[in-house]
């Protein structure tokens, strides 16, 4: 049956019609892509009023255009597994927005991923890199592989297949890939190393290297510092700092590992980190000698973080569960999309939970977002609290480009500088009687670099 989509959102409509107006249509481009609808439809509602206020923007239909990719590439990745079967996996790239510069977004390896879950992650790349103040446009790539069980070989085999195709699209002004859930400093390495073999040329192609061959001091760090230090930024509002505050953070992977680290340096306390099996929860602080166990279990041993409640005896192992239900100042969700749902999110400020730093790309459902928002709790949106990773990743082809390398020290002043100047962008467009709506300070400030971009450059 024909859908009835309305053609344009201009008019006499409120606000809230036009919004809807424009979800239908999108709706009707792209059938099932839920993710993809809820990250556009959290945008649209924050910039509609501005789109609305600026002749400009309506006239360039630069949301029309935000929404849907400049180009996708979908490939086949074949590869023989340790036993000698064929393995077929599907791979993609979505160039969302090269208006502030070239593609730049990461990689994920997972049995999730699809066309539409890639394309709501490329659409908040847009917006978080033009947040980060570098010249770096959107996207964002993977495949629908699972690392999880494979051997070195086995990987190495698939990111070589992957690679093959892949190159012919990538280059450090074209555009960049990195890490994301499932390709951390291994899967970097033997896609660089295929990239390296096909084009016959040493450069930024992807950045997240390993610092002895081109990556960037601190670059594995920049994701879980750069979400703390926009907490703080977000804490010293109120007049707090993290020192001595429970926290709470999910996941166990990049993120969450130096989520944790940053906040028991700065003296809070961590109580939990999790896997997509469960949560361990240790009352006495996750300390640096025990998150550099964890380390070792998640980053070499590749095991499972429950094992943590078997070799710390008073911490315990919550199967099958998540974090949210431990009571806690602050919650530092970092491990995937839709983690925190609108119950999770009324027991965190039940709890007592005031300021919540999204390390993964939207881990809150709209209606949890809700939450927090009515609640007037401190609520940094992913595309600003996360964006500490692609920025050193920004620093990284800089460094490439210059054939240079920054000091740790001048790399983080670099990374705190940028999460300051987010902060400061959020609070400006987020105002709100006294109370700064961070999602709406987020989008706006993201999208206004872009739109305006859009407008200069013409229409294409
Ligand atoms: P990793 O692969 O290193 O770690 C992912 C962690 O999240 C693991 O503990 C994993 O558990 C858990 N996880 C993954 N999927 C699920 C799921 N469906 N349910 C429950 N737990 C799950 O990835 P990263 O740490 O790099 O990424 C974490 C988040 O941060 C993602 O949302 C990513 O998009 C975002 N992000 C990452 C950046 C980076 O620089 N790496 C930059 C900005 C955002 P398990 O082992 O069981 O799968
Ligand atoms: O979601 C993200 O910002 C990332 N996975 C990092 C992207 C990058 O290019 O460093």
């Known amino acids: 049956m024909a859908i009835a989509v309305p053609e344009s959102v201009g008019g006499q409509a409120t606000i809230e019609q036009q919004v809807d107006g424009f979800m239908m249509r999108v709706a009707a481009q792209s ?29 360039a239909k630069v949301l029309d255009r935000m929404v849907v990719p400049e180009n996708v590439i979908l490939f086949r990745v074949v590869w023989t597994d340790d ?28 049995p999730s991923v699809t066309l539409g879950l890639l394309k709501f992650l490329a659409f908040e790349q847009v917006f978080k890199n033009s947040l980060t103040t570098l010249p770096l446009g959107g996207g964002k790539g993977g495949s629908d592989f699972d690392p999880k069980g494979r051997s070195d070989s086995e990987v190495m085999r698939f990111c070589q297949s992957f690679m093959t195709e892949l190159y012919r699209y990538i280059g450090p002004e074209i555009d960049v890939p990195a890490g994301d859930i499932g ?26 290297k390993n610092a002895i061959w081109g990556g960037s001091n601190l670059r594995p760090e920049a994701t879980g510092y750069g979400s703390v230090y926009f907490a703080s930024d977000m804490l010293s509002t109120r007049g707090e700092s993290p020192k001595g505050k429970i926290a709470i953070v999910s996941g166990s992977g990049n993120v969450a590992q130096y989520t944790v680290e940053k906040l028991t340096t700065l003296g809070a306390k961590v109580v939990t980190m999790s896997d997509s099996d469960g949560t361990i929860m240790d009352s006495e602080g996750i300390t640096a000698e025990k998150l550099a166990w964890v380390m070792e279990l998640k980053n070499v041993r590749r095991g499972r973080i429950r094992e943590y409640a078997d070799h710390f005896k008073g911490a315990k192992y919550l199967a099958g569960k998540r974090p949210w239900g431990v009571p806690c100042d602050l919650a530092f969700p970092s491990a995937t999309q839709n983690e925190i749902d609108e119950d999770s999110a009324r027991l965190l400020v039940k709890n007592g939970c005031f300021c919540v730093s999204e390390g993964a790309n939207m881990p809150s459902r709209p209606e949890a977002v809700d939450v927090f928002l009515n609640a007037k709790i401190l609520y940094g949106p992913g595309k600003a609290a996360n964006a500490g990773g692609v920025a050193v990743s920004g620093l990284e ?64």
Request: net charge positive; glycine share 12%.
């Open 31 to 59: 059938p099932g892509e839920t993710e993809f609808h809820q990250a556009v439809h959290e945008v649209v509602e924050s910039v509609m009023p501005l789109v609305q206020s600026k002749k400009a923007y309506r006239d």
């Open 83 to 110: 036993a000698g079967q064929v393995q077929v996996n599907r791979g993609y790239r979505i160039r969302m927005s090269t208006v502030i510069g070239p593609n730049k977004g990461g990689l994920r390896f997972h």
């Open 183 to 208: 390709v951390g400093g291994r899967e970097i390495g033997f896609l660089f190393g295929q990239y390296r073999r096909l084009t016959h040329r040493f450069n930024g192609a992807l950045t997240g």
């Open 397 to 460: 082809m800089n460094q490439n480009a210059g054939c240079m390398r920054r000091s740790r020290q001048d790399v983080d002043q670099q990374l705190c500088t940028i999460m300051h100047s987010i902060h400061e962008n959020c609070v400006k467009y987020g105002q709100e009687n006294g109370f700064v709506n961070y999602v709406r300070g987020a989008n706006c400030a993201g999208f206004v670099k872009v739109a305006d971009a859009m407008v200069h450059q013409g229409y294409m």
